[in-house]
């Protein structure tokens, strides 16, 4: 099955920048749809981006938009979240998501993810 791993959280200040990084064990990427969500605590999930594996098109929450890209590598089999602008309510879990492309883009419907990273935005 598919193993996903993500890195690059830690603390940084508000107005700084961090860049996630998910790991795939698959090569089989050209059907997926990977996403990445986040949850503070005693909040809900909350679904920040997502990309195609192949073509590269892209989803993204109002509250990230002109602040945060995702991206992938395919020769790496790896996805980045370019977080810039970072603010305190952007303090969360990220995990990594993946799903086969089956459904749209927008669908919070992922079959693998990820143990997390933790990303702490101070003031």
């Known amino acids: 099955q598919v193993q996903l791993v993500e890195s690059g959280g830690g603390l940084v200040q508000a107005g700084g920048s961090l860049r996630l990084s998910c790991a795939a064990s698959?090569?089989?990427?050209?059907?997926?749809?990977m996403g990445w969500f986040r949850q503070a605590p005693g909040k809900e999930r909350d679904y920040v981006t997502a990309?195609?594996?192949?073509?590269?098109?892209?989803y993204y929450a109002d509250s990230v938009k002109g602040r945060f890209t995702i991206s992938r590598d395919n020769a790496k089999n790896t996805v980045y979240l370019q977080m810039n602008s970072l603010k305190p309510e952007d303090t969360a879990v990220y995990y990594c998501?993946?799903?086969?492309?089956?459904?749209?883009?927008?669908?919070?419907?992922?079959?693998?993810w990820g143990q997390g990273t933790q990303v702490t935005v101070s003031s």
């Open positions: 998501a993946a799903r086969r492309s089956n459904r749209a883009l927008t669908s919070t419907l992922y079959d693998y």
């Open positions: 990309i195609t594996w192949s073509g590269g098109n892209t």
């Open positions: 698959e090569r089989t990427f050209s059907s997926y749809v």
